[in-house]
């Protein structure tokens, strides 16, 4: 078999590891949400999630100034707000108005949790050195909420450049952990 160069800038969507996020943020009254493909675990127990979140963004200035986000884990229904949280900015638009996202109070944190999708994870940074040369957040999961209804969700991952594959069937292999 004869491998060929692949473009270094591309890399990226070959190793994303995880469904695509919508990370819901509030400050001085103001919430909002923004697309995060940019994530990774960290810990299992207590639950660390490290993320990249542009610096260009309004969610930025907010997880910086809050230290607390909301992690929240859409299916493939939500596609269309998934593709325009990433294309817009919440410093012109109320995007859970135009997407049709539905907000609930979370427990723990002021950011708010997204009623629509399957799963939710209230966070605070606690490691935020990276960001500053990196943009990158260490996040504790403190409080996670699930859809029980939602028995096999279908996740968008991104591939880079407008391209997402979803999840599709699962199978179970022998493993030693629980």
């Known amino acids: 078999m004869a491998k060929r160069a692949y473009p270094l800038p591309k890399v990226y969507g070959l190793l994303e590891p995880g469904p695509v996020l919508l990370l ?3 400050h001085d009254g103001h919430a909002n949400v923004m697309t995060l493909s940019w994530h990774t675990m960290m810990e299992f127990e207590p639950p660390l999630v490290g ?3 542009s610096g260009r963004s309004f969610s930025f200035e907010a997880l910086q100034a809050t230290r607390q986000c909301v992690l929240n884990i859409p299916g493939v229904e939500l596609k269309a707000a998934v593709v325009g949280c990433g294309n817009s900015s919440g410093r012109r638009v109320d ?3 135009t997407f049709g996202l539905t907000t609930m109070p979370a427990e ?3 950011a708010p949790l ?4 399957y799963a939710n994870l209230e966070c605070r940074v606690i490691d935020a050195r ?3 040369r990196y943009n990158f957040f260490v996040l504790e999961v403190i409080k996670a909420w699930i859809d029980p209804t939602c028995k096999d969700p279908r996740t968008l991952h991104h591939r880079g450049r407008g ?3 979803v999840a599709g069937d699962s199978i179970k292999l022998p493993s ?3």
């Not at 997204?114 to 999708?117: F, L, M, P, T, W």
Request: glycine share 0%.
């Open 130 to 132: 990276l960001v500053n």
């Open 108 to 110: 723990l944190v002021e």
């Open 163 to 165: 391209v997402f594959m």
């Open 95 to 97: 995007k859970f108005k």
């Open 176 to 178: 030693k952990m629980r």
């Open 114 to 117: 997204i009623a629509d999708c």
């Open 51 to 53: 993320c990249v979140v």
């Open 24 to 26: 819901t943020t509030s």
